[in-house]
């Protein structure tokens, strides 16, 4: 894959000196010291190398008559300076019926986050955090879903191709019941049980110890009076799962 070159260097506005960054389209890269660009196209170029690796998608020719979706880059940046850029389906295209059927899914209520994090503050408990690395890339789908290059990677011998996808991606309608049907079988699988009252809420029991763990999408808290067991059982989870150690919780959400 091939990328737009990186823009001399345009002088930014007042506002942009304190960008929102998800509000910016690749184009708006191209706008900024070259220096600064080549950051945000490394990270582009690490999310598309992740894609591949999860065989995300696929070069095809475009069926006739076949509606392609279109995607768009959004980007953030970490507390610790850390520079994201993730690719992203525009959902709102797809049709009812012919690229999706059930896309309920459901996260942790905030009030039980709230209750968690009291309980861990008044018994003292530790609390430990991870994020689930690329969620929605873990099971493969079952429509027919096309679409276009990502901006600013579209291949000049490719153009009249399109790529089909073979596993959920960030945006379509079905890719958050898809990462949850998975993320709950693996959970029974730990030796999890998951609270009938809220779906977010998983126990896991040891002897007389607890960990309890708290799961928002791919947002993770595993809390409990021991930390060892809180240590181990986390350490499962990872083997589980391709994730970011965030350790000793700072933020959740």
Request: with cysteine; hydrophobic share 40%; proline share 4%.
């Amino acid at each position: 894959m091939v990328s737009y070159l990186c823009a001399k260097a345009v002088p930014l506005s007042k506002e942009a000196s304190k960008p929102n960054y998800h509000k910016w389209s690749y184009r708006d890269l191209l706008h900024l010291p070259e220096s600064e660009c080549k950051q945000w196209f490394k990270a582009c170029k690490v999310e598309l190398d992740m894609l591949k690796q999860h065989k995300v998608f696929e070069v095809s020719d475009c069926p006739s008559g076949q509606k392609v979706i279109k995607n768009q880059w959004v980007f953030d940046e970490k507390f610790d300076g850390h520079k994201r850029a993730r690719l992203v389906v525009k959902g709102f295209l797809q049709v009812k019926g012919l690229d999706f059927d059930q896309i309920f899914s459901p996260v942790v209520r905030f009030e039980t986050v709230q209750c968690i994090l009291t309980l861990t503050a008044l018994e003292n408990w530790h609390i430990s955090s991870l994020d689930v690395q690329s969620a929605y890339l873990y099971d493969k789908l079952d429509e027919e879903i096309y679409m276009e290059f990502p901006e600013g990677f579209a291949p000049p011998h490719l153009k009249n191709k399109v790529l089909r996808l073979l596993r959920a991606l960030y945006g379509l309608k079905q890719a958050g019941l898809t990462w949850w049907n998975e993320l709950n079988e693996s959970m029974k699988e730990l030796g999890f049980k998951r609270l009938k009252t809220d779906t977010g809420l998983f126990m896991y029991k040891e002897g007389n110890q607890i960990v309890v763990a708290i799961i928002y999408v791919n947002d993770a808290l595993f809390c409990g009076p021991s930390k060892a067991l809180v240590k181990k059982v986390k350490a499962a989870f990872m083997k589980r799962w391709e994730c970011c150690d965030l350790r000793e919780a700072k933020e959740f959400l």
